[in-house]
């Protein structure tokens, strides 16, 4: 059974700063990537950053130069760095991993309220 847990999150004031943590568990033989959506009231799911195994990044537009996603690969685990952050970040985040076979796993999402 395979389990992404993540941590972080809260309420935080506009230009503050937050990090989000995803460690994967179980039975995984490998990870491929890991990232994370995010999800705001009303709107449709959206990529946020991704991170590969060898790790090469990608960023939607909206949060390059504030977000920053990395990992520990010999943790499975991955991190978002994210800073400067404004009231249209405020979504439920979710976590993800693929496996090698572009398997995905979720995480149960984590709630960033930025507040004004």
């Known amino acids: 059974q395979v389990q992404l847990v993540e941590s972080g999150g809260g309420l935080v004031q506009a230009g503050g700063s937050v990090r989000l943590s995803c460690a994967v568990s179980g039975s995984i033989f490998s990870i491929n990537a890991m990232g994370w959506h995010r999800q705001a009231p009303g709107k449709q799911r959206e990529l946020v950053a991704f991170?590969?195994?060898?790790?090469?990044?990608n960023y939607a537009d909206s949060v390059k130069g504030r977000f920053t996603i990395s990992r520990e690969n010999a943790k499975n685990t991955a991190y978002l760095q994210m800073n400067t952050l404004k009231l249209e970040d405020t979504a439920v985040y979710f976590c993800?991993?693929?496996?090698?076979?572009?398997?995905?796993?979720w995480g149960q999402g984590t709630q960033v309220t930025v507040s004004s």
């Open positions: 991170i590969t195994s060898g790790g090469s990044t």
């Open positions: 993800y991993a693929t496996t090698a076979s572009g398997r995905p796993y």
